[in-house]
């Protein structure tokens, strides 16, 4: 994904919308007003392109679920599960080590 450039409000309203969006084609603005982001600014394809890969992601969830729930007898592999989501299982068993020692820690 594009990195995100953070912008105070009172810059962008300066420099105008016309160069606002023109930035957006190039990456994710960030309007900030105090530190605090309070609005964002993003283009159009890189939007749709986001919100497919979440549905994608999404509908990938629901077909393992219903693999699972339609063969209960079956047991599926965490690679096989991670395989069907779309999820990296590397990511997974790191994560899941972090939170065993997070866990044992306190």
């Known amino acids: 994904m594009n990195s995100t450039v953070n912008i105070p409000v009172s810059v962008a309203a300066r420099k ?3 160069a606002l969006a023109e930035l957006s084609e190039e990456q994710r603005v960030a309007l900030t007003s105090h530190g605090r982001v309070v609005a964002v600014v993003d ?3 890189r ?3 986001e919100v497919r890969e979440l549905r994608d992601a999404a509908w ?3 077909e393992a679920a219903a693999d699972l729930t339609s063969s209960r007898s079956h047991r599926y592999s965490l690679d096989e599960l991670c395989s069907k989501a779309g999820v990296d299982a590397e990511r ?3 994560r899941a080590e972090q939170l065993r020692a997070e866990s044992h820690a306190g």
């Open 16 to 18: 105008g919308v016309s």
């Open 43 to 45: 283009s159009p394809a």
């Open 47 to 49: 939007v749709d392109a």
């Open 60 to 62: 990938a969830v629901v």
């Open 92 to 94: 997974v068993r790191q």
